[in-house]
């Protein structure tokens, strides 16, 4: 599986990165899953057209923490937020905030991939027609040709785009995922292990697309695969228990991390 | 116990288990052999075509006649009205109970919505022809005392249950991540109900029409009591109808001698009522069946 995916891991490596505006901005974050305290005063700032990693052991609260960026968490009765998470300087826990905005612009990619039971064409249509973004069917037509040209699944759909999501193969399926999340245009795009079920191909072809969009959009990536975390991230956070315990360039995570903690995670010690 | 004992006691109870399965398979074969041989004695003396496609139907007549046709539509007009009231009622308050509701509101709800399925049909009969109808001569003053529109109502009230409980029963089984796919594009709930979750579950949910419909046509008591005993083919509600069903409680409750042709006649429209809920069973069948494959 390294030398599959080889040639991505020299792709980020040894670059100097260009400092980018902050994007998001985290600040003494506490989340409660009813009585029961899920993450301790998270605080981080997430910054523009980078790839941030989250990474940490099961149970860690990696992925709590990325549906608590896009309200996904609010979904479940009984949570709770503390503390501050803006984006681009608003307050997206305000009352004023407009979740179903606040998710048109933050978009999510979840570990499992979940096309709806339709079209291709379909699944992509879905968010347009939602949030009302296109105005005749000759405009739909090209942005959903255009987000799966991006999603890099064009060339394998583009004649069947009729035929059921679900006749796609696991990969292909997550692809068309990025596409319908790509399709209404977010500045950020969640995902969530977003290749955690595939094989190692399919894989490489998630990580190859992470790495070109992220001139386009801000990437928050969890996943519980370390070599992945340093092929494609620019950024990343090592969680533990709840707790942040660590963030910062990748690289520095990797070779010379600061906390004891941090470095026997990601030299194999524990997890 | 010796292993020996033990073993005979195994054997005796798995032959008693048999034996109990099968007697009520065996039972059920014969109601329906006697059903068949009625049936084809009925067709000896009766032409099939007459009977399928006649539009009169008095058997109990001098003058006998036996087209099948005003039965059937009497159970298809009454049915019909039933489903109109329950499916979107039932449909609606599924989508409630699963989407929006909170999980307390649901377990008490789901469960006294059940009870209304076990509320006697006689009862129902009653409050049709007592209560529905009086209130429903107020709006309509030509309205027959037994007619097609009261009982297909109370009906309709009967089977939603079912159609909610079971509508409910396929959108709770729409895995999740559609419905957190169709938020994280920026769907409102009612988006993601609406234009994901129940496409999702529309095979389940046809499922759930589909045997409402089978359970209204198989329906006795409510139309026996409210709708009348005039075979009449009409498409009009207010008029009193007979249905299929009433039609046999009709001449089994009466004084038809058994073994004449008048009396063959219940096995006749018994066979056909079989036939037609037998068909819509193995279709709502098949559809949930494909239902659940889609998300196992």
Redo the contacts between chains.
Sequence with gaps: MTTLLRPLSTMTSGTARPATPVKIDVQGMNFYYGAKQALSDITIAIHANLVTAFIGPSGCGKSTFLRTL?R?NH?I?GTRVEGRVHIDGQDIYAASTDV??L??RV??V?Q?S?????SIFENIA??L???GLTKNRGEMEGRIEESLKAAAIWDEVKDRLTESA?MLSGGQQQRL?IA??LA?QPEILLMDEPASALDPIATQRIEELIYQLKASYTIVIVTHNMQQAARVSDNTAFFWLGRLVESGATEQIFTSPTEKLTEDYVTGRFG | MTLGTRRKVEWLIERALFACAAGSVLVTAGIIGVLVFETYEFFREVPIRGFLFGTVWTPLFYDAQFGVLPLVSGTILVSLIAMLVAMPTGLLSAIYLSEYA??RVRRVVKPVLEVLAGVPTVVFGYFALLFVTPLLQRVFPDLALFNALSPGLVMGIMILPLVSSLSEDALHAV?N????????????KM?AAL??VV??ALSGISASFILAMSRAIGETMIVAIAAGQQPRLTANPMNSVETMTAYIVQVSMGDTPAGSIAFRTIFAVGMLLFLMTFALNLVSDWLRRRFRE?YS
């Design positions: 896009n996904m979904i009765p179903v905005g998710r048109r978009g999510m979840f499992k979940n096309p709806f039971p339709k879905y968010g027609r939602t949030n679900l995922c319908r999340a209404i | 909170p999980s895995p991540g559609l419905r957190e796919g169709a938020y994280a594009l920026g769907a409102t988006q234009r994901v496409p999702a889609q």
